[in-house]
Structure formats: C-alpha cells, structure tokens
C-alpha cells in the first residue's frame, strides 16, 4: 500500500468499553451532519461521503445509528474482529482526505507473540521465558509450570491449570492472557462472576471455531517427543488462530500510520491501581513491540506524514468544573512516559456522545444522567439521577478505592437531550491533529 498526500489510514485502539465504537459512530455521524469543524478555518468540511465497504469486517454505521435513533440505546458491541470504516471529505482551502479506520480492541495485542513468532514451537518458548522473568507471573503460572515437567499429565489436565493460571494474571490485572479468547470474544469480557466460577472455568474452551474447541497452550520442546498427539494438536490449532484471528487483525495494524488511543481514565479509578497498571502495561506493550514496525514503515515519509499517536481520555461529559481539567491531567500524567520525538503525541479530553447534563444548585458540577427505573408495575422508566463523585485526583495516588468512583461505571441512557447527531466535544480537534490539518 501507498500512502498518498491525504490518505490516512488510523487505528482506534483501547479496551473493551473504552468507548471506540461509540466514537466511531459519532465522529462519522457528525461528520456526515456537517457538524464538525475542520482544518485550519475551522468549517465543516465539504464532499463528505461516509463509504459503504463491501468487506465482512465492515463497521455498522447504520446499524448504530438506527439503533440509537429508533431506541435511544448505546451502539452494539463489535462483534467482529476488528471493524473497518471509511470516509473522505474535503476541508476548506485543502485537498480531499480519504481516512479508513480501524476499530481494535485491545485485549488481542496480548496475542502479538503469535503473530511475530515464527511457530509454535517459538511461541512456547516465549510465553515460558516471560513467565520465569517476572515473579508475579511465575507466581500465577506455578501449577501450569510444574505440571509441564510430567509429561504424562493428560490435555484435560493441562488445559484446566492453564486456564487458571490465566485467571490469576487476569485477577492480578496482568495484561498477557492469550489466547485472548479464552475472557475476551465478540468485542467484550466475560463477567467477572463467570469467570471465578470453577464449573464455568472448567468448560470453556480457550479457543472455539465455529462449534469446534481448538484449545491450545504452549508446551516446551521436549513434549513433541513424550506427547507427540497432544503437540501436534496444540500446534495444529495455533496455527489455526493464527490465520483466522491474528493475521486479519495485525495485518491490519501493520497498516495504520496514525493511532487514536482511547482511555477510560475514569472506569480505571472506578476500579483500583491494578487497572491503572495493567494500562500502563499494555501501553508500554503497544509503543515498544508495535510502533517501531509501523515506524520503519517508509511509506509515513514517503507520503509526507509523521506518525501522529492521540491519547484520548474518553466520556468527559461525566465530570464537570475542575474535575474536567484533572481528568487531563491523569491522562497526561498517565501516558507521558511514552512520549518520544519519533512520533507526535496529543492529548485529548472527549465526549463523543454527550448524555450528561451539569446539576444545578446543590449538584452543582455534578453530572446528571437519565437511568431506567422500574415503577410499581415493573414497567422501565427514565428517570434523572445525580451521579454524584468524589473530586478526582490531581495526580495518580499511591492507592485508592475504586468504590469511592463506582458512579462514573454506572448504567446510563445515551443522551439527555435526544440530539440528532449526538453532541460531541473534542472530536474535531482529534480528527484535526490526526489529519495535520490543524496547521495553518
Ligand atoms: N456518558 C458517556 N458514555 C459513553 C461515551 N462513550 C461511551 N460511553 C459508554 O461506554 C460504553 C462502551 O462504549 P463502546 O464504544 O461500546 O466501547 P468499545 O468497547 O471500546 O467499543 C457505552 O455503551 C456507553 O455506556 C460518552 O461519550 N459519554
Ligand atoms: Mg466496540
């Protein structure tokens, strides 16, 4: 692929309920409205065409829509692995762009090592050097480990410790489960119930294609030869994933030049510091195993473009007064450390689909949601609710309890004011510094 002068392909990469596809929909959406000032005049853009993909990973823009407009509820999940969209308009006194997107869900760079290893074989031997490396780690796949030096230890066996092992690295906020599917599938994670189910634990399969279980976990070497049946099978179904869940995915990634990276800054302290490292992680993860290959890709130059990389701190419109500039600063505070002069970094606040209010009086600088509420007839109905919270932090604190924010994870309704397309703020200025088309 080549990248011509405005021509942008873009990953939208973050966690499950990050808010990716919500941002999607709005940005195409208000797009398409004329609603979105671009460039560096700052007009809504002329020529826009929102592109209908004829691919079978094609984002549901329509579907999305029609759903928010016909019953006010948030866009469906991803489902599939990843999700294209594609637009282009042209902004005043510019060239036409073209941009497709990329919808990635985070949980699958956990399985970059498949991709860049060369086999199974080399697979298994990494996954098992990452685990003697790191005591947490070794610590959660001890079971797994000691098993692997009896090699008459049957599949059922293994797959069970495996599975468990994975369990603790994901009670441990450890971002390397992989397979992924074994918590993660069809655009979302498995509840946290489920999974500290034994029972659940024990029947499901780390990977299923179509209706079949093709589990596999890594084995060293010498098992080719003790368990030749079980490591041809491992290996048979590695192979497998690798072609129909990983290939499509990283392909893709190879191919983006620009990245929005989509944080819950909120849901994370609605959780615990675990959260906040596991992100750190995973981010650490992304800016040293994968930026460099889409780095040396000459193409960026050739087409004129730096690497541009936007973190976003995504549902804004939950947090008002002060408490709007200190969720900038945690994600500020929280992603800094990958800045580097290869690449050029912005940092973002964004409500891509304003659904809050701002209380009055005594709720002053608290968000009001609407929620469904049973009446005495067990009939659903909308009611205004105060999501009252705590002032954020100005800084990430040692230690905190993820309680004390639970509100901002609350169930809510898409908009307060049913808006046509959704009220959005910080989308322009995201598309603008993806683009460069912010310079004058
Ligand atoms: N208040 C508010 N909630 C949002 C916003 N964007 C996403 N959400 C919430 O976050 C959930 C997950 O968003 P989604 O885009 O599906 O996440 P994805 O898994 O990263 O694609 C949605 O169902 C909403 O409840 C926003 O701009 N404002
Ligand atoms: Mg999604």
Redo the contacts with the bound molecule.
Sequence with gaps: MFNFFGTHKIGIL??????????LTSLLWNLEEGKLRLGATHEPPTDVKIHKLNDQHAFDYAGSKRKCKSSNK??A??TSEYSLAKCSYKPHTLLQRDLMFV?IPGERMADLPIWQCFDYAEWSAALLQSWRESDTLSTCMQEYVDLLSHPDTGKEELARAYKRGMRELLRNYIPQISPSTLFFNE??LESMTDINDDSWLENRSIWRHGDNACDFFPLPPEWEENAPELYISCCKNFNRYKKVIIKPLFSQIEYCDHFII?IDVLGILAQSPGAFLKTKEELEYFFTKITPGFLGKLWNFIGGSQPRVAFVA??S??VYGANLQHLKDLLEELVKRFVTEKIQFGYFT???????KEGQGEARNQAIVNVLEMDENGTPRKVEAVLRCPPLPEEWPDDWDGAEYARFTM??LPSVINANPPRQTGIDAILNFITGDDKK
């Design positions: 973050g966690d499950a309920s990050s808010g990716k596809t919500v941002f948030w866009p999940k991803t919808d655009g979302r989509c995504t549902k419109d939950l964004c409500t891509a689909w304003m659904s809050t169930d809510m």
